[in-house]
């Protein structure tokens, strides 16, 4: 079945820091990939997306790059803020599959 | 837009005791989705509904009911509460396959 690996956190950076988390799924077809982000007490929301290969998702300064051939949607960002501290999650889905399956949340804090 | 709505906020139950958490949307979406949220275990989905009239189990689906009321509307009922059910639960929402949008959450205890 589908399956969504992202590097476990908790990962802890300074402020104006490089960011990658890495994910990698497994996944019969051609899914759509997304990363979710939450911030403390809420619930999710969408960060960005890429829906077939070689997409590049963007949004607030992360980006990440659907890679079929090492089956990978890294999430990236040049310069990390205290506000970007939440818990990322990436996931696949879409399409005929009405379901998303998600990884298990990498913890993100930035501090000043 | 209010987008996904859900309530209550918070609940504390004893265990044998039932309740439905409401969920609506306002985006005309045909899909919804019950998770359940645990530390360190990610989202598990409890039962969905591809649209209107039909429901299907999910990754979790023990102890836990749901109806499609309408288009707008999917609760979710705890029977008979169990400790083990103590979590945060988030409806979402979506278009056929595309990108889900969360609700804020219900934050549940179960003693």
């Known amino acids: 079945g589908d399956s969504v690996t992202q590097m476990e956190g908790p990962v802890t950076l300074s402020e104006e820091a490089f960011l990658t988390i890495n994910c990698t799924y497994t996944?019969?077809?051609?899914?759509?990939l997304f990363w979710y982000v939450q911030y403390p007490g809420e619930g999710l929301q969408l960060l960005l997306k890429?829906?077939?290969?070689?997409d590049k998702g963007s949004n607030k300064g992360f980006e990440a790059t659907y890679r079929k051939e090492t089956t990978s949607f890294h999430l990236e960002k040049g310069s990390v803020q205290v506000s970007d501290s939440a818990v990322y999650f990436c996931?696949?889905?879409?399409?005929?599959?009405?379901?998303?399956?998600f990884g298990k949340g990498t913890l993100l804090t930035v501090n000043p | 837009n209010a987008g996904v709505t859900q309530t209550p906020k918070f609940q504390v139950l004893k265990t044998g005791q039932s309740m439905t958490l409401q969920c609506a949307q306002d985006?005309?979406?045909?899909?919804m989705y019950w998770y359940r949220q645990d530390p360190g275990m990610g989202l598990r989905l409890i039962y969905y509904?591809?649209?209107?009239?039909?429901?299907d189990k999910g990754e979790v689906p023990n102890g836990y009911n749901v109806s499609r009321l309408n288009k707008r509307e999917f609760s979710l009922r705890l029977e008979s509460a169990a400790p083990s059910q103590t979590s945060v639960y988030f409806c979402?929402?979506?278009?056929?396959?595309?990108?889900?949008?969360f609700g804020p959450g219900t934050r549940l205890t179960v003693t």
């Open positions: 979402a929402s979506s278009e056929f396959g595309e990108e889900q949008y």
């Open positions: 996944a019969t077809g051609y899914p759509s």
């Open positions: 890429a829906t077939k290969a070689d």
């Open positions: 996931a696949l889905g879409g399409g005929s599959n009405y379901k998303l399956t």
């Open positions: 985006m005309n979406h045909n899909s």
């Open positions: 509904s591809a649209s209107e009239g039909t429901t």
